[in-house]
């Protein structure tokens, strides 16, 4: 479960979750429509929200958006912040369209791309905490107001490495078959995306 407040500067409701030790800010609704509920991983490739859509039957839906490092975050007055943000816009563009590509040829091992948008971005704002201890916060709103966010069908499944650790015994008995399931599964998505002619970025 997260906890909730409110950000006068952003003027939203955030949800603020723990994760592996760190805490990690996001608005409790997106879009004017997607209520955040529960931070499901982290990785390098982003933040992955379970959230409701309030427009449908608030059924479930998976939300997905990128971050910086903490070093960048943690730097005061860092004026490098909204070209980084650009960059991570750009590869979640670029990954909504390779989203899109597969849905248009009916790939199956894919998360259908329900929606998309641009909001603000609590976590890039604030605060956090500079390496002499001092409390910060990005007031520059060029840094956190237009941040890539996107909506994906909802689905049960796990981390790969919790997949890995609730197989203990296939990973003992047969290492070389189990991994080599993993290996091929993944690459026949990837071969089914890149058949044809690639996406323009």
Excluded at 13 to 28: A, H, T
Excluded at 75 to 90: D, F
Excluded at 140 to 146: D, I, L
Aim: charged share 25%; proline share 5%; aromatic share 14%.
């Amino acid at each position: 479960m997260g906890h909730e407040y409110y950000d006068n500067v952003l003027n939203r409701d955030v949800m603020e979750f723990s994760y592996r030790g760190d805490k990690w800010r996001f608005p409790k609704i997106l879009g004017e429509r997607f209520e955040v509920s529960k931070l499901l991983a982290v990785s390098g490739f982003g933040a992955l929200l379970v959230a409701k859509d309030k427009w449908i039957f608030n059924r479930k839906v998976l939300i997905k958006t990128g971050f910086l490092n903490k070093s960048e975050l943690c730097t005061p007055n860092n004026a490098s912040l909204p070209e980084l943000v650009k960059r991570i816009n750009v590869q979640y563009v670029r990954e909504q369209k390779f989203l899109l590509h597969g849905q248009m040829r009916h790939i199956t091992g894919i998360p259908t791309l329900i929606d998309w948008m641009y909001d603000v971005s609590p976590m890039i704002r604030g605060p956090h905490t500079a390496v002499d201890g001092q409390q910060i916060y990005h007031d520059n709103p060029n840094c956190w107001q237009s941040v890539f966010y996107l909506v994906l069908s909802y689905f049960d499944g796990k981390q790969l490495d919790e997949y890995c650790r609730d197989k203990p015994k296939a990973i003992i008995n047969k290492p070389t078959e189990f991994f080599r399931f993993l290996m091929f599964y993944l690459v026949d998505v990837l071969l089914a995306l890149h058949r044809q002619q690639p996406l323009n970025a």
